[in-house]
């Protein structure tokens, strides 16, 4: 079945780049959209965007002018970008699929998750 | 955006309880919603799309229903593996939205 797996540094300066990457095993990346959602600690879920495997992409308003996702079929990978972190930007960080029929989407499955903390 | 709001917030049930959790979206979002389970350190796990929808390889006793504006996530008998926080999650508008979270603790 289809595993994904999150990547990245777990510990970013205020004002630089979070970048991390997300590999999907176990299948193709083609076909689906790929999302990416996050989680501060202790608090609850926020949808930071999602990518399609042809590349067009849907970002959340609130962190827009922020957040690039990107794809590489290539490798079966897709990545996030998020610049001039704070503190705010502390979060677990997921990536998901995302399985849609008769309009209606929602994610699965998930990875693990990683944690970014943003500190100086 | 659309404002998704779940009570209760927390709850304590024991084994065997019918559970209920709403959840309530700030306009119409037809059947747009699912329901997910977290467990401590974990990710969440899809248990119900298109608010009625089981997803594959979840038991029978977790139920969704509702549309509009108003949604239920029921669970008929609760099992010990049962004890997490549920989000639901609204996709019928861009940015999709998640609830903030019903924790279900041990009585």
């Known amino acids: 079945q289809v595993q994904l797996q999150e990547s990245g540094p777990g510990l970013v300066k205020p004002s630089e780049i979070l970048s991390l990457t997300c590999t999907v095993s176990?299948?193709?990346?083609?076909?689906?959209?790929w999302s990416w959602i996050r989680q501060p600690p202790g608090q609850g879920l926020e949808w930071i965007g999602y990518?399609?495997?042809?590349?067009?992409?849907t970002y959340n308003p609130s962190l827009n002018s922020r957040v690039t996702i990107s794809v590489d079929t290539s490798k079966n990978q897709f990545s996030l970008k998020l610049s001039s972190v704070t503190a705010a930007d502390t979060a677990v960080y997921f990536c998901a699929r995302v399985g849609y029929s008769s309009g209606s989407e929602w994610f699965d499955p998930w990875g693990q998750g990683t944690l970014v903390t943003v500190s100086s | 955006a659309i404002q998704m709001t779940q009570s209760p917030s927390s709850l304590s049930a024991s084994v065997g309880d019918r559970v209920t959790i709403t959840c309530r979206a700030s306009q119409d979002i037809r059947n747009d919603l699912g329901w997910y389970q977290q467990k401590p350190g974990k990710a969440p796990k899809l248990l119900i799309y298109a608010a009625s929808s089981l997803q594959s390889g979840v038991p029978s006793r977790f139920s969704g229903s509702g549309s509009g504006t108003e949604f239920t996530l029921t669970i008929s008998s609760l099992q010990p593996e049962d004890f997490a926080t549920y989000y639901c999650l609204q996709d019928y508008l861009y940015p999709f939205t998640f609830g903030p979270g019903t924790k279900v603790d041990i009585k």
């Open positions: 990518i399609h495997y042809s590349g067009s992409t």
């Open positions: 176990g299948g193709s990346i083609s076909g689906f959209h």
